[in-house]
């Protein structure tokens, strides 16, 4: 098994610009989370989906943030415009959980994008 | 809310030497207690979890019992090895989510 696959790994970018981070689960995982890492606020879920669904986005900090699932393999986590506070690595992970478990099970977490925004 | 305060790093130790991170919780309920571990430039893996009042997990050596009456989970290990260097996240899940404490960094020398 692959694992959870994040591209890119290291993302610079200028103030401003339009970011994408993207994120293929464990194949057959029902549930996918992304998460931020900084070292002032450690590891923050922003929003996480099942079967697609996204099912809790309160932790996405504003409207520049937005994530999709178009399909059960592929995510997207989109900042557009980015902004230096933004700079972080972002972690994706996913578990098998059916819908009102997913948190009981365990996560598997991608390597992570590092992102640095200018 | 629920949260979850860990010992500051980096812990600094020896090899073979005994190790023990602390951790406390704040939850109104009964919450599920994982220890994460994250190796340099990589994700977080689950290194152990315990789902009741007074249980232990265990993996590699590590332990950790869920002791409800200090709300604690503290991370343990007899003889810690230079492979064990990495940052160690104590969490709680809060009904639909996980709840991650700051990490604990640890270094490992021969």
């Known amino acids: 098994d692959a694992g959870v696959i994040q591209s890119p790994r290291h993302e610079v970018t200028e103030m401003g610009q339009e970011v994408t981070l993207r994120c293929k689960p464990i194949?057959?995982?029902?549930?996918l989370f992304w998460y931020r890492q900084t070292m002032m606020r450690g590891l923050e879920l922003l929003i996480y989906?099942?079967?697609?669904?996204?099912?809790?986005d309160s932790g996405m900090p504003e409207d520049r943030f937005s994530a999709k699932m178009p399909n059960a393999s592929f995510s997207t986590l989109k900042i557009q415009p980015s902004e230096p506070r933004d700079s972080a690595v972002y972690f994706c992970?996913?578990?098998?959980?059916?819908?009102?478990?997913?948190?009981?099970?365990?996560?598997?977490f991608g390597p992570g994008t590092r992102l640095l925004v200018l | 809310g629920d949260s979850v305060t860990q010992m500051e790093g980096p812990v600094t130790l020896s090899e073979e030497a005994f190790l023990t991170i602390n951790c406390t919780y704040t939850a109104t309920g009964y919450p599920s207690l994982f220890w994460y571990v994250q190796y340099p430039g990589e994700g977080l893996q689950l290194l152990l979890k315990a789902t009741k009042a007074d249980d232990k997990g265990s993996n590699k050596g590590f332990e950790a019992t869920y002791r409800k009456e200090t709300t604690s989970f503290h991370l343990e290990k007899g003889s810690v090895q230079v492979s064990d260097s990495a940052v160690y996240f104590c969490a709680l899940r809060d009904t639909d989510k996980l709840i991650f404490g700051t990490g604990t960094r640890l270094q490992v020398f021969p």
């Open positions: 989906f099942n079967n697609n669904v996204p099912i809790d």
């Open positions: 194949s057959g995982h029902n549930s």
């Open positions: 992970a996913s578990s098998p959980g059916a819908s009102g478990r997913a948190v009981q099970e365990t996560q598997y």
